[in-house]
């Protein structure tokens, strides 16, 4: 199934994260991600031509977020967004991360 | 002068960044503001209930950095904005930073 098309399941934590083997699978859904500080977070960077572009995604991403109950943690400047997943819960990578990190692809597209 | 009531003006560099004796002088009037990296950045965090709050509080900071046109670094996820400024062309702090900083700090008051 689509990453993009599957809708983030609530995680309580008491799981243990995604090891990095299965994650860098789920990866080639997403090439434009990459694994940071021990395969516990996704990273991207999208850039823009200003800061009032950057920032309308930062939106754009934000009500995502809300609509998914599953938050990102966004870097933003002027020409710049960078998007971070985690599931702070068990403090690296769910299955969530990844529709949550092909969800925002979409957005871009 | 009350800093928050400086406009901020046109820096093209090609002048040295401020000194971090100057700028500690300066964070009297920012005392919720703190130094980073040898002097070369101010920054600020911001505590929220939710996600939403957050954006909002980025989205303020946002219109001001365009109205002033000296653009903000923000960091935001679930109850927190990270707010950092640094004027890019000197790699350093100018006083316009000093006077964003102020203004900030009255959008949250």
Redesign the interface.
Known sequence: MQLENIKCTPCQGGIPPMNESEAKQHLSQIPDWTLEEDATKLKRTFKFDN??DA?AF??KI?DL??QEGH????????GYVKVFFQT?KIQGLHLNDFVMAAKVDALAR
């Open positions: 800061f009032v920032l930062t939106n934000g977020c809300e938050h990102a943690d966004m870097q933003v400047g002027w702070h």
